[in-house]
């Protein structure tokens, strides 16, 4: 291999291996220790229930501490950019379906959350092919704290109390919140979608 060819290996790994780029990998890396925690021999103790939502909040975390790495340091890359939504959407799929399968959560917000994501990204995928670009608003973006939030404090299980407060309680609130935002905002992608490409035709 000439020292041209080791200078531009160099390079690209140097791309591939950003620090946002690594946290997104811990991510996807953290979704077995997740489901092995959720799906014990036995059914799933307080410790287990304890540790799972500690490893999902800390996984919640790093995707929200990578963008704005990534912002700060210049270090937005193409992998990134496909790899971050795609880990993001992987971990809290996984963990709506865990929360489901240990009887913690009701099957319809499962259902709508993951089938908005599913829409969403298809329709971001297309307004992309025709050159329109649908970036994340706010509301979008507080839909993504309801759901995080509201996945983690319902992991915890109902029988765990912490400073006296019931956070699986608190956790269910936050989900029928995230529901809410969660159409609201498809909604608005799509009515954004909608004007834009009337746009390109007129």
């Known amino acids: 291999m000439t020292s041209q060819n080791q200078s531009l290996t160099f390079k690209n790994r140097k791309r591939i291996l950003t620090i946002p780029n690594l ?4 991510r996807i890396l953290s979704i077995p220790f997740i489901v092995w925690l959720l799906r014990h021999p036995m059914a799933p103790s307080e410790q287990h229930l304890f540790w799972a939502a500690c490893i999902f909040g800390l996984s919640f975390i790093t995707d929200q501490i990578d963008g704005i790495i990534a912002r700060a340091t210049n270090q937005i890359t193409q992998l990134g950019k496909i790899m971050d939504p795609l880990a993001d959407k992987i971990l809290v799929v996984t963990a709506l379906m865990l929360l489901v399968h240990i009887h913690f959560l009701a099957v319809w917000i499962a259902i709508v ?3 908005r994501e599913l829409i969403v990204n298809a329709l971001r995928a297309l307004a992309q092919s025709e050159g329109i670009t649908l970036s994340p608003n ?3 973006k507080t839909k993504a704290y309801f759901e995080g939030f509201g996945i983690g404090f319902v992991m915890l299980g109902p029988d765990q109390h912490f400073l006296g407060f019931n956070w699986y309680n608190i956790g ?3 989900l029928y919140l995230a529901v809410i935002t969660a159409l609201f ?3 608005q992608y799509f009515r954004i979608y909608f004007v834009e490409s009337n746009k390109q035709e007129s």
């Open 172 to 174: 269910m609130n936050l």
């Open 138 to 140: 706010w509301v979008g």
């Open 113 to 115: 959350l993951s089938c």
């Open 185 to 187: 905002s498809a909604a």
């Open 23 to 26: 946290l997104t990998f811990i």
